[in-house]
């Protein structure tokens, strides 16, 4: 190759690494060109004394401003004299056209790729103390409104939610889904939570809270959740304060090694066993479910914790009269985990924080006025343990892990009856079945939504009743779809047999409960709003995780629907601090009641009163349950 060509292509080279640097680059080296132009136009002018017919010698200067106001605008020329100087000024004008039009369409490309990054959602958050939202499911439209709720009293706040979703779409489905949003500012921006650069649109360093949630669809939403934290938290350029991460995790297996890569930053939500829980929980005890929903929403009251030096001393048997209108639960000791419903003797020191549920933080007194009504409450007795006999309708991932849950609570000898249709379950239930100990397990396939196989169940022998969205084969509102079918045919079954069956069914849609309320079915297990309302309340403060585990968790004290006439007399005018003695020398602890008379209607909290005044009397009938925190 001749040495002329090697320099031409180095040229061209050094040209196209120039180019592909940018509109920025471009702009540059046009301006450069331009100067030049100018300039030597401006050199030739002065030193060949040309100028205007008529006109003395041009200095360069004066040259120079000449050449730049043709080359801004070409009509300039049109009042030049003498030839000389149309042709000099001519060539200069021609050049400036190229360099401009060039100029105008650069920065016309530039402004609407600018444009079109921005409506994409590339562009950099600049906020602080933001709580940012990774991924993009369903659980984004109960989050977003807890947050905003938790928000209120704050002059401003806001919330970014990132994902891989077009920033438009996202926008307008929050807008149509959530409407106001008062005083928060939403911002959505389009990126991978797994890739480090895209993180960096949301601006991690600045935020106050990382919320991570678990893909819809995906074969192993485990797995790109732990590399979303690892993301996080190998961030470049990262701040040396921690993270405040939460994140949830659908198989419990995957929680050592996620834990591994949050280390101290993450909170992590096991949803697997959380929702099996809940589930195994709520199907022995009618309205459960009700009971977790109002503790974990920012609507109503809410759990805190909160310091109380006037406390230390005393024991926390003493402390659950001390609350007028504030209901205590437990103890939270720095170091160690949430202690909920603690031996009535623990006495509290001055590091030690209650946990109790209030209306809001600011609305938490000590008075310690007490007035129990003695001569109302009943005698503690023995309980007849009866054997449970169960059918689970359904089946999904969480299937396995309810059984293996509900072995927990129901008495040895119990009976499971599993009825479902899809292949690999009969294998799981033998593994399931033998590692039962205190229920035994049967398994008969079938259509759940076929009236003849219902029929053939012998339902009214069952003293629980699950039934499980098929939501691993079918989207949301097909599987709601399906399920409403299964509680329709059961609700005629129950009317023209003249039974009542005890049936607690999950909901993929809070919106489909409405309709399923029809059904007349004992409660509804909506999960994926359980799950996301305590991701939201841990998002505030993480140490409710720890609280929220203690309830969850079978070998701590969890919540319980007992029988009012267990405790006080019914049909008798008593106050709550009557309901309060009476659980605690039961060595429970009583955060409230249901009144069965309201049971079915939402706007009553389907009786549901979490946190009762206590001084206020109530009747109570025989049908009513006390709320209380109870080890059994």
């Known amino acids: 190759m001749k040495p002329e060509s090697k320099l031409k292509d180095r040229l061209q080279y050094a040209i196209d690494n120039e180019f592909s640097k940018g509109s920025g680059a471009l702009i540059l080296w046009l301006g450069v060109l331009s100067v030049l132009i100018i300039a030597i136009m401006a050199l030739i002018v002065s030193l060949f004394k040309i100028s205007p017919t008529g006109e003395g010698p041009i200095s360069f200067l004066e040259a120079f401003w000449l050449s730049l106001m043709r080359t801004l605008d070409a009509g300039t020329m049109g009042g030049d004299a003498g030839w000389s100087f149309r042709i000099a000024m001519l060539l200069v004008t021609i050049g400036g056209i190229f360099v401009i039009s060039t100029l105008i369409g650069i920065l016309s490309s530039a402004i609407e790729a600018k444009l079109e990054d921005l409506r994409k959602g590339r562009s950099r958050l600049l906020e602080n103390d933001h709580t940012v939202i990774l991924g993009w499911t369903e659980q984004v439209f109960t989050i977003v409104p807890e947050l905003i709720a938790a ?37 959505c921006r389009s990126g991978n939570p797994m890739d480090v650069n895209d993180l960096a649109i949301v601006s991690l360093n600045r935020s106050k809270t990382i919320i991570v949630l678990s893909p819809e669809g995906s074969e192993d939403p485990d797995a790109e959740v732990i590399k979303v934290i690892l993301a996080i938290t190998n961030l470049p350029g990262r701040r040396g304060e921690p993270f405040h991460i939460i994140a949830e995790i659908r198989d419990h297996r995957n929680a050592d090694v996620a834990k591994i890569v949050g280390k101290d930053e993450l909170e992590l939500i096991e949803t697997g066993e959380i ?7 709520t199907c022995r005890q009618s309205g459960l479910s009700v009971v977790y929903t109002e503790l974990l929403d920012f609507g109503g009251d809410e759990i805190y914790l909160r310091s109380c030096p006037e406390l230390t001393g005393k024991t926390y048997g003493e402390s659950l009269s001390m609350f007028n209108k504030n209901t205590v639960m437990g103890i939270f000791r720095p170091g160690n ?8 003797q623990t006495v509290f020191s001055d590091e030690d924080q209650l946990i109790l549920i209030a209306e809001d933080d600011d609305r938490i007194f000590l008075d310690g006025k007490s007035n129990p009504q003695s001569e109302w409450i009943r005698a503690t007795g023995s309980q007849k343990i009866e054997l449970e006999r169960t059918l689970l309708m359904g089946w999904n991932w969480k299937a396995p892990a309810i059984l293996r849950e509900l072995d927990n609570y129901v008495p040895k000898g119990s009976s499971i009856t599993v009825v479902a249709t899809g292949e690999g379950i009969e294998p799981k239930l033998a593994q399931i079945s033998s590692e039962m100990k205190n229920q035994n397990l049967v398994f008969k396939e079938g259509d759940i939504t076929d009236r003849k196989v219902l029929e053939s169940l012998d339902l009214q022998s069952f003293d629980h009743i699950i039934l499980l969205c098929y939501s691993d084969e079918l989207d949301v509102q097909k599987a709601d779809a399906r399920t409403m079918i299964t509680l329709l045919h059961l609700r005629d079954i129950a009317e023209k047999k003249e039974v009542d069956f005890s049936i607690v069914s999950e909901m993929l849609d809070i919106r489909n409960r409405n309709l399923a309320e029809v059904s007349q079915a004992d409660d509804f297990i909506v999960s994926d709003k359980l799950i996301s309302l305590m991701m939201a309340q841990v998002s505030e403060n993480k140490k409710l ?28 005018p008593v106050n709550f601090y009557t309901v309060v003695e009476s659980a605690k020398i039961r060595d429970e602890t009583a955060i409230g009641y249901r009144l069965a008379a309201d049971s079915r209607d939402p706007s009553l909290a389907y009786g549901v009163h979490l946190n009762p005044d206590k001084s206020v009397k109530v009747i109570f009938s025989p049908h009513d349950k006390v709320i209380v925190l109870a080890d059994k």
């Open 545 to 572: 995780n720890s609280v929220f585990q203690d309830i969850f968790d079978p070998e701590g004290s969890e919540i319980y629907l007992k029988p009012v006439t267990e405790y006080i007399e019914p049909e008798k």
């Open 151 to 187: 928000n209120e009293n704050l002059k401003s706040s806001c919330i970014a939610v990132m994902s891989a979703m077009d920033k438009v779409e996202m926008e307008e489905a929050l807008k149509q889904r959530i409407g106001k949003n008062g005083k928060t500012r939403l911002v």
């Open 275 to 281: 929702v099996s829980r809940i589930i195994a929980q």
């Open 337 to 344: 985990p949430a202690q909920l419903n603690p031996p009535m």
